[in-house]
């Protein structure tokens, strides 16, 4: 269908020129355009910039006046700019407009976005393009690999973040996560509405929204930068979410496995179904699917049980920080099986999308909020096990059967959503969009800046220390190097040791199965219990203090001898120039983007509520006393 056959579009007068309009400067088109914006987006990519802007204008116009698209042929209009701060601003524009403009709305893209919880880079297709010997041989991920492999991978994605809440509040906002006030920790966040979120401001350009289980939690209200549970679709069951413990459950009750894991799948698919049903069939429509079957806990040898992952296959190929003894190995197994339901879990939305025909016009991108829970060097480090992520994107405008190296950080995805959609990314948003990338035919480095990316943490769980502090990191990421700062080196990386000595010695049953009972910001797990009950092993002691004892204020790991970040060279001479150069870069980095950690020796997160017991917490204290 033919819509704009020629635009006139140009602002005059700008006498204060504010930067988020001089796009708008003396711009003239001369355009063809006979086909949707889709298509027109596939083509070169001056092509896209020019995209970008002429949906820009249409916001603009539609959101000043919406009367203006009811009218067809001919349009002229001036002084539209009704916002005080613009001054004399003055917008000219003239429309020739043939057929509907409101067509415009059904041409912007979907999208299909799949956040897991607590999946690191474990998919099968980084086995075969970073090669085989890793324990990525072992897991599977065929829809994963399917979606990367038509689309984008990216080698070199890092939450910002290893922590579910400050990783989604990143995501969320498009900035990095010390600058989203109380959403830059887990326990204790709570979400300020005065904080840009890509969904809310997809929706009000006229997104259909929804999501399915976790967004962003814990933190309060839940979802809070999706709108809370307005726009959640799960009546049809969250069984999905305790994977294997549901399907072990019907398996038990006589259910063959094939029955019982379509029985949860069923649910999920359910779930999206209802979304695209309520869905206006001229709206484009924006869903997160955010099962948490990946997070702890799951069902001991249920890897091998429900997925046929044998544990065995993982012999010779851990990584140095990984005990490869059969308690890791099982425990990684049956983490490769939640991971492996996952993965289905995604073949199930991407049939269903097939069904409702809206494939071709949906970006898909699928990621997930951090490394593995409950293992030495993941979940809550900074160390590539803990930040580096899977990221795969396919869709309309994406030039796909690519592998790319650029470094990517994920609140790049909130600026790649909204130029998706043609709505402009709001000034506050420190990531950078991916489209330079997604639309380039280029493999390898392909944005020559994106050599680095910068990750963080602060409070994770608050009572991990006896005195309620964080423990505060900084790193830079470099295909060289990884630099991390640890800001107090006096503290416990991963929470105190608590009750390891004394008279009150916690079983390893107690470590595997509550987190809390020591070493807290590390998830309970088999893996977990196991090493820390080897702590006074001569064997295996000093594995224990390397994963969870006290480090040095500086790390730094040289990446191409020490793939696994084993041998710390921050005091190294030989390193000097490599280290002042990577600790400048990171500390303007910070300070360019306001990090409060800088400030006052960090007070902002050193103090209430940052820090400190729990409100509710404080409460119950004083009822004790
Ligand atoms: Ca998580």
């Not at 970073?130 to 080698?155: C, E, H, M, W, Y």
């Not at 990946?294 to 993982?314: A, E, M, T, Y």
């Not at 308690?327 to 990684?332: K, N, P, S």
């Not at 490394?371 to 030039?399: D, E, Q």
């Amino acid at each position: 269908m033919p819509m704009f056959e020629y635009l006139d579009f140009r602002v005059v007068d700008l006498a204060k020129d504010p930067p988020r309009h001089r796009i708008f400067s003396k711009i003239h088109y001369d355009l063809q355009l006979t086909r949707y914006f889709p298509e027109f987006r596939n083509e070169a990519s001056t092509e896209h910039s020019k995209l970008v802007t002429l949906r820009r204008s249409f916001k603009v116009l539609n959101h000043e006046t919406s009367h203006v698209f009811g009218l067809k042929h001919c349009i002229f209009y001036g002084n539209t700019m009704r916002s005080s701060n613009l001054g004399s601003l003055l917008l000219i524009a003239i429309l020739f407009i043939n057929g509907h403009a409101e067509a415009v709305e059904a041409k912007r893209p979907n999208i299909l976005f799949f956040f897991a919880d607590d999946w690191g880079r474990y998919a099968s297709i980084y086995s075969e393009v970073n090669g085989k010997g890793g324990i990525n041989d072992v897991v599977r991920t065929p829809n994963f690999d399917r979606v990367a492999k038509q689309g984008v991978l990216f080698r070199h994605a890092h939450v910002n973040a290893p922590s579910c809440t400050p990783c989604r509040s990143s995501l969320l906002s498009g900035q990095y996560f010390w600058r989203t006030g109380q959403g830059a920790i887990l326990q204790g966040a709570v979400w300020d509405k005065s904080i840009p979120s890509y969904p809310l401001l997809l929706r009000d350009a006229g997104y259909h929204i929804g999501k399915s289980y976790k967004v962003w939690s814990p933190g309060t209200p839940p979802d809070a930068p999706y709108g809370g549970q307005e726009h959640s679709y799960q009546k049809r069951g969250g069984r999905f979410n305790q994977f294997s413990e549901n399907v072990t459950k019907l398996i038990e009750s006589g259910k063959p496995l094939d029955d019982s894991k379509e029985e949860l799948y069923s649910e999920i698919r359910d779930n999206f179904k209802d979304f695209l049903a309520a869905r206006d069939s001229d709206k484009p429509f924006c869903y997160w699917f955010g099962p948490t079957n990946v997070h702890r806990s799951w069902i001991k040898g249920s890897g091998k049980k429900l997925w046929q992952i044998d544990p065995d296959s993982l012999q010779g190929k851990m990584p140095p920080f990984l005990p490869d003894v059969p308690e890791v190995r099982e425990d990684l197994a049956d983490y490769f099986g939640e991971i492996a339901a996952w993965d289905a879990g995604i073949g199930v939305l991407l049939a269903e999308l097939d069904k409702s025909g809206q494939r071709e016009n949906t970006l898909i991108v699928i990621s997930g909020d951090h490394g593995a829970p409950g293992f030495p060097h993941g979940k809550c480090n900074l160390y590539g096990f803990g930040t580096g992520v899977s990221l795969g994107i396919s869709g309309p405008g994406v030039v796909g059967g690519r592998v790319v190296d650029d470094f990517v950080n994920l609140p790049d995805l909130a600026p790649t959503f909204l130029e998706a959609a043609g709505v402009n990314t709001p000034q506050v948003m420190t990531g950078r969009s991916l489209w330079p990338i997604l639309k380039s035919e280029k493999s390898g480095l392909v944005d020559e800046t994106r050599t680095w990316v910068v990750t963080g943490r602060e409070r994770h769980v608050e009572d991990a220390r006896s005195d309620y502090s964080p423990y505060p990191q900084r790193a830079i990421h470099t295909a060289e190097n990884l630099l991390i700062i640890n800001f107090r080196p006096d503290r416990w990386p991963l929470g105190d040791p608590y009750r390891l000595v004394g008279d009150n010695i916690a079983t390893v049953e107690e470590i595997t199965k509550t987190t809390r009972t020591t070493i807290a910001d590390v998830d309970a797990s088999p893996t977990k219990g196991w090493l820390v009950g080897k702590r006074n092993s001569p064997m295996w002691k000093p594995h224990f203090e390397w994963a969870f004892g006290k480090r040095p204020k500086y790390e730094l790991y040289d990446l191409k001898k020490d793939p696994h970040e084993t041998k710390n060279v921050a005091d190294d001479p030989a390193y000097a120039t490599i280290k002042a150069d990577l600790e400048k870069r990171l500390m303007s980095e910070l300070s360019r983007t306001g990090d409060p950690r800088l400030v006052d020796d960090g007070k902002f997160f050193e103090t209430p509520p940052m820090s400190g017991p729990l409100v509710d917490n404080a409460k119950k204290k004083a009822q004790n006393k």
